[in-house]
C-alpha cells in the first residue's frame, strides 16, 4: 500500500489533509475526541484516508524519499532508539527498525496503532517497531535517541520545551514544519518526483547542554548567556573582559574568545575545553542560571536539572 500509486490516487484528499496540517485548518480539540475515530468495524477493512481527523493534528504519510533522507541526516543506527510522536500508519517507525533501531511510535488514533503494528509484522520488524495508543502530549520521550516529527509547527513548539529536557545531544528531525527561533542546525532540501509536491525541507536540531550561567576558569570567570544551542558571554579576568560567541552541539561546547578558538565538553558541572594550540582550560559552574535566557531558564527549572542555591 506504500508505493507511488497509492499516493498518486488520492493526492486530492491528501492535498485536502495535508492542506489543513499546513494551516492548523482541521485542528480538533481533546473533548471533541470519540466521532473522529468512526471507521469501518475490521481492522482488516481498515485503510486510512489522508486528511482523516487526528487528535491535534490530521494524518497525512509522510513520503518515503524523505523519510529516508531524515534518518540519513540524523545518522540512525542500530544504537539508537526513535521515537516518532503521532505515528499514522507507522512508516517512520518501521522505517527506523528497519535501519535495526528500536522503533517506538505513539499514535492517538487505535485503528491506526492496528494498522502499523500489522504493517511492521509485514516489513518484517514486528519485534523492532512498537506501537502505543496514547496522546504525544502525555509520553514520556526520555528514552529517545532520536525524535522524528511530521506534526505541525505549532505542536512542534508545544513538544519544544520537552525537547529541550531531553539528554544533550539528542537529536530531532523534522519533515516540513520548524520551530520559529530554535534555528535548525541543519535545514535540507529533499525532493521526490512521485509525491503530490516535489519540494520538501527536513529540519535536523541536536538538543543542546545547558550552559548558561556562570562558570570559574582558574584565571578568572566565564559568564554565559544560552538561547538554545547559541551561546555568548564574556571571559573575565583580573586584567581584561573578553566578549565570546560560540556554539553547543549536545554537549559539545566551542567558542571563540580573543580570536582563540576552544573546544570541549561539558560533563555536568565541569567544563574542559582546549584551543587550537593546545591550551586546555578547565571551568567548573558557579553562580548558576542567573545569565539565562527566559526560554532556557524555564526549561532548565522544568528539568529540575539545576539546583538554586
Ligand atoms: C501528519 S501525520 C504523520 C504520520 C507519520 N508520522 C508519518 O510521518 O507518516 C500525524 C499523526 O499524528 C496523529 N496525532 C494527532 N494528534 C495526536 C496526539 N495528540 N497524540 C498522538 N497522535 C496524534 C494523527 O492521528 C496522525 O496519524
Redesign the pocket.
Known amino acids: 500500500m506504500w508505493n507511488c500509486e497509492y499516493i498518486k490516487n488520492r493526492w486530492a484528499l491528501f492535498f485536502k489533509?495535508?492542506l489543513n496540517?499546513l494551516t492548523g485548518g482541521g485542528e480538533?480539540s481533546?473533548d471533541k475526541e470519540p466521532e473522529m475515530f468512526n471507521q469501518p468495524e475490521s481492522v482488516e477493512e481498515y485503510e486510512?484516508v489522508p486528511g482523516?481527523?487526528?487528535?491535534?493534528?490530521?494524518?497525512?504519510?509522510?513520503s518515503l524519499v524523505v523519510?529516508n533522507r531524515m534518518f540519513e541526516i540524523a545518522k540512525v543506527t542500530p544504537e539508537d532508539c526513535v521515537i516518532?510522536?503521532?505515528?499514522?500508519?507507522?512508516?517512520?517507525?518501521i522505517c527506523a527498525a528497519k535501519l535495526g533501531a528500536k522503533a517506538l511510535?505513539?499514535?492517538?488514533?487505535p485503528r491506526?496503532v492496528e494498522l502499523s503494528r500489522k504493517n511492521a509484522v509485514k516489513e518484517g520488524v514486528g519485534d523492532k517497531a512498537i506501537f502505543v495508543?496514547?496522546?504525544?502530549?502525555?509520553?514520556d520521550l526520555s528514552k529517545a535517541t532520536v525524535v522524528?516529527?511530521?506534526?505541525?509547527e505549532d505542536?512542534n513548539l508545544a513538544l519544544r520545551p520537552k525537547i529541550l529536557d531531553m539528554k544533550p545531544g539528542t537529536r530531532v528531525v523534522s519533515?516540513i514544519f520548524h520551530m520559529r527561533d530554535w534555528k535548525a542546525d541543519e535545514a535540507v532540501k529533499v525532493e521526490d518526483e512521485d509525491y503530490y509536491f516535489k519540494n520538501h525541507t527536513v529540519y535536523f536540531w541536536i538538543v543542546p547542554a545547558k550552559v548558561g550561567g556562570t562558570w570559574k576558569l582558574p584565571d578568572g570567570e566565564l559568564t554565559l548567556e544560552q538561547a538554545f544551542q547559541m551561546i555568548k558571554g564574556t571571559l573575565r579576568s583580573d586584567s581584561s573582559t573578553t566578549p565570546i560567541s560560540g556554539k553547543m552541539t549536545g554537549d559539545q561546547i566551542t567558542f571563540i574568545a580573543d580570536g582563540r578558538e576552544f573546544t570541549g565538553h561539558i560533563r555536568g558541572d565541569v567544563m574542559d575545553v582546549e584551543s587550537r594550540n593546545g591550551e586546555r582550560v578547565e571551568g567548573r559552574r558557579g553562580d548558576y542560571g542567573r545569565q539565562m535566557t527566559e526560554d532556557s531558564q524555564a526549561a532548565c527549572c522544568r528539568s529540575g536539572q539545576f539546583d538554586r542555591t
Open positions: 489533509g495535508l496540517v480538533v481533546a486510512p482523516q481527523r487526528g487528535k491535534d493534528v490530521e494524518w497525512a504519510p509522510c523519510m516518532d510522536p503521532g505515528s499514522g500508519d507507522g512508516r517512520m517507525v511510535g505513539i499514535e492517538y488514533n491506526m495508543q496514547g496522546d504525544l502530549f502525555n509520553t522524528a516529527l511530521f506534526l505541525r505542536i519533515n
